[in-house]
């Protein structure tokens, strides 16, 4: 059985399949929110990752019901512990 590639379809330079490990490579060193499963966020500048999903993190802030918590300089987040890694595009004052 062979796997067919998606395309984008966009117009110039259009793009193949992007998987989430492009994602992840791509986000590295770029400012991101890691929600933990206990309902905790923490958010900083991505170091780095592994396939375990293990996390590294710079000028990090944890947040707790929304409200800032306490900052650390460096975090190390254990993958099992990980709900979910987004990018950041909006701010507090935008709810979130």
Same mark, same amino acid.
């Given at each position: 059985?062979?796997?067919?590639?998606?395309?984008?379809?966009?117009?110039?330079?259009?793009?193949?399949?992007?998987?989430?490990?492009?994602? $992840?490579?791509?986000?590295?060193?770029?400012?991101?929110?890691?929600?933990?499963?206990?309902?905790?966020d923490y958010r900083g500048i991505l170091a780095c990752l592994d396939g375990y999903m293990n996390i590294a993190m710079e000028q990090t802030e944890e947040y707790v019901n929304g409200q800032l918590k306490n900052k650390y300089g460096d975090a190390f987040i254990r993958g099992n512990n990980? $709900?979910?890694?987004?990018?950041?595009?909006?701010? $507090?004052?935008?709810?979130?």
């Open positions: 059985m062979q796997k067919k590639k998606m395309s984008t379809g966009g117009e110039k330079g259009s793009t193949t399949t992007k998987t989430p490990a492009d994602f $992840l490579k791509s986000i590295r060193g770029r400012p991101v929110v890691v929600k933990l499963n206990s309902g905790v990980v $709900l979910y890694i987004s990018t950041t595009k909006r701010t $507090l004052a935008d709810g979130a």
